[in-house]
């Protein structure tokens, strides 16, 4: 169930300088949408094809049901959305525009996490096309804030909290696009941040939150405590992946091949890494306000590192198979939310997530 929107408020909105330049596709999209999920229709949406007169309003009430968690509908059909044509065009978007879809449809893939009169907005890696100019340009990703009239989802959130999360997401991002360092010192400098910002949470010490985040992680080398087994740990990372719900069979095999595969490194990609990274830390790091686990955010961040650059080796050197390798990462994982609760709690719960386990199989060559 959602929180009620409260329309047309001003608040200020951050989102990633690619922002902007999204556009759908539609029927040249080589991997629709419109197919594998359920869309869920938000009540807003709901009501208004309930009141919507016409032709085409009963077409589409006939086609709404409700699924197994008790939420609205549109009724499948062979895994694809009833109002997709053939052509990979929207049927309710043809007959109806734009503001005729259900929030859903209308927002994605662009994704939104609010707090308070605040929100973030940005792209999801799994639609394509957002791929596709999240890692158009080499130069470093940064971020703009704009005051607008929105729509505003109410929240309740720590104030000390979420300015410390601002302030660590700053550093981790400086760490992350600090090009003088290989891709792995970067994720491991910023594991170790978010370790020890992790113990202020815990101890209730926000007040030092500035003391750590000044501290140079990338000039210092992390001392490895207890570990296990490189193979070992990355079995069971890959065991956890296959393990979850899948949209396309084929995942399991293209999981089960990277498995096998050593990382290779092809020059001129790792920004690309960076920039995966930095949409992982902007989308996810802040939302640590919610539950205080901000090392749970920087570890999901670390692992999808580790399975996206095996999923990528077979194909390294051609660079849309490797953005298809993270955009099929992003579907079948950040798209499931039954997925991403089962790999979160596995990060919280089991000791192979611990940050010496990532650590240990980022700081060798040879992975
Ligand atoms: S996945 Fe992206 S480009 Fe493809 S149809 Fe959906 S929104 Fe459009």
Redesign the pocket.
Same mark, same amino acid.
């Given at each position: 169930m959602t929180a009620p929107l409260i329309i047309g408020e001003i608040m200020q909105n951050t989102y990633p300088n690619y922002y902007k330049k999204f556009s %759908?596709?539609?029927d040249k999209?080589p991997?629709?949408?419109?197919a594998g999920w359920e869309i869920v229709i938000d009540p807003e949406s709901l009501s208004k094809y309930e009141a919507l007169g016409g032709e085409y309003a009963e077409k589409i009430r006939s086609l709404i049901t409700v699924d197994g968690d008790g939420d609205s509908i549109f009724s499948p059909e062979n895994n694809r959305c009833p109002f997709l044509l053939d052509s990979g065009l929207c049927e309710m978007y043809i007959e109806l525009g734009h503001n005729s879809l259900c929030r859903t449809c209308r927002l994605?893939?662009r994704h939104v996490t609010y707090f308070g009169a605040r929100t973030e907005t940005g792209l999801s890696l799994s %639609?394509?096309?957002?791929a596709r100019i999240i890692m158009e340009s080499p130069e470093p990703i940064y971020f703009e804030t704009e005051e607008t009239h929105a729509d505003i989802m109410p929240t309740a959130i720590d104030p000390s909290l979420y300015f410390t999360l601002i302030e660590t997401r700053k550093t981790a991002i400086n760490i992350l696009q600090n090009r003088k360092f290989p891709i792995e010192k970067r994720i491991i400098s910023f594991l170790a941040l978010s370790e020890e910002i992790q113990h202020l949470i815990r101890k209730n010490r926000l007040s030092e939150t500035k003391t750590i985040c000044t501290k140079d992680f990338l000039a210092g080398q992390y001392e490895i405590g207890p570990h296990s087994d490189k193979k070992r740990v990355l079995a069971k990372y890959f065991g956890d992946f296959k393990s979850l719900e899948m949209l396309d069979e084929s995942w399991k095999t293209r999981l089960d091949k990277a498995e096998k595969t050593l990382t290779v490194k092809f020059p001129d990609c790792e920004w690309e890494y960076e920039h995966l990274m930095i949409y992982f830390v902007f989308r996810y790091m802040t939302a640590a306000v919610f539950d205080g686990d901000l090392l749970a955010k920087a570890k999901f961040a670390a692992v999808s590192y580790i399975i996206i650059s095996r999923l990528q080796a077979e194909n390294i050197a051609d660079k849309s198979a490797r953005i298809s390798a993270m955009q099929k990462y992003s579907k079948e994982v950040e798209h499931s939310q039954l997925n991403m609760d089962k790999i979160f709690s596995l990060i919280k719960k089991s000791r192979f997530y611990s940050t010496d386990n990532l650590i240990n199989i980022l700081s060798q060559k040879e992975n």
């Open positions: %759908c596709i539609a999209c991997d629709t949408c419109c994605f893939p %639609c394509p096309e957002a």
